[in-house]
């Protein structure tokens, strides 16, 4: 989950990764839609990532614990060792028209084999 926050924000400290303005959004996300749109419709941060924010839900390794960050290393925490559901990173989705919840630290639970068009992951290949 840390790691998925630190590449989402593209190295910017900003409320999203394009700065501070909530207007710039359409530029950067898929949200205010039916549907997911196609992967690469939008804009990437600044890594050159694409649809870290919006779209879809993006799942997670981790475990979800509400308080787990009061508590935990501040440097790569890796999550609880076990809770009831795993770590959905909301960052917005398609059908959204609130720009808080897509939030780069906007986070929540989802029960133990949740399914939904809402929520997708991410495959990340290590260079060799």
């Known amino acids: ?16 990764f394009w700065g501070d303005d909530p207007a710039a959004a359409d530029q950067y996300v898929v949200w ?9 419709s939008k804009q990437p941060n600044a ?3 694409y649809d870290t924010l919006g779209n879809v839900w993006e799942l997670v390794a981790d475990r979800y614990d509400s308080g787990y960050y009061a508590k935990s290393p501040g440097i790569d925490p890796t999550g609880p ?3 009831s559901g795993q770590v959905v990173r909301r960052g917005g989705t398609y059908g959204l028209n609130d720009t808080a919840q ?4 906007f986070r929540k639970g989802s029960g133990e084999g ?4 809402h929520v997708g992951f991410r495959v990340v290949a290590k260079p060799e």
């Not at 926050?5 to 999203?16: Q, R, T």
């Not at 205010?32 to 690469?40: I, T, Y």
């Not at 897509?102 to 630290?105: G, K, P, Q, S, T």
């Open 1 to 16: 989950e840390a790691q998925w926050e630190y590449a989402a924000s593209g190295g910017s400290s900003a409320m999203w």
């Open 114 to 117: 949740y399914r939904g068009l």
């Open 102 to 105: 897509m939030r780069l630290a």
């Open 32 to 40: 205010k839609s039916e549907w997911p749109a196609a992967v690469m």
């Open 47 to 49: 890594w050159g990532l």
């Open 81 to 83: 060792d076990s809770t």
